[in-house]
């Protein structure tokens, strides 16, 4: 599955940045529709979690989530092969499913 850099809108109105994107800017007394994107290649893990699967369950393995805060400002959920570490330096991307993923660098 193709993965590519993660986009984060900032608005040109009043420079909040938010992730997932939405058409207006959700700011009090903004409501700007007028969105730049910045790349977000890393952020710092700020809390980990882990969903493991039951027995039987669809699909194999455990699923590794984290809160990740991103260089541009907004924080993210992101999915990792492997447990990662709070305040862990991560390389960001997201996939076709637009599933964001986390990798330790
Ligand atoms: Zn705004």
Excluded: K
Excluded at 39 to 65: C, F, I, N, S
């Amino acid at each position: 599955m193709s993965e590519t850099v993660l986009v984060i809108p900032r608005c040109n109105a009043c420079g909040e940045a938010l992730f997932p994107a939405r058409y207006r800017c959700p700011r009090p007394r903004c409501g700007a529709a007028d969105w730049t994107s910045e790349p977000a290649a890393g952020g710092a893990v700020e809390e980990t979690t882990v969903v493991r699967h039951r027995v039987g369950a669809q699909g194999a393995g455990d699923v590794y989530l984290s809160s990740v805060r991103t260089q541009a400002g907004p924080v993210v959920i992101a999915r990792s092969d492997t447990a990662l570490r709070e305040g862990e330096r991560v390389a960001l991307t997201i996939d076709e499913a637009m599933r964001v993923w986390a990798r330790a660098r």
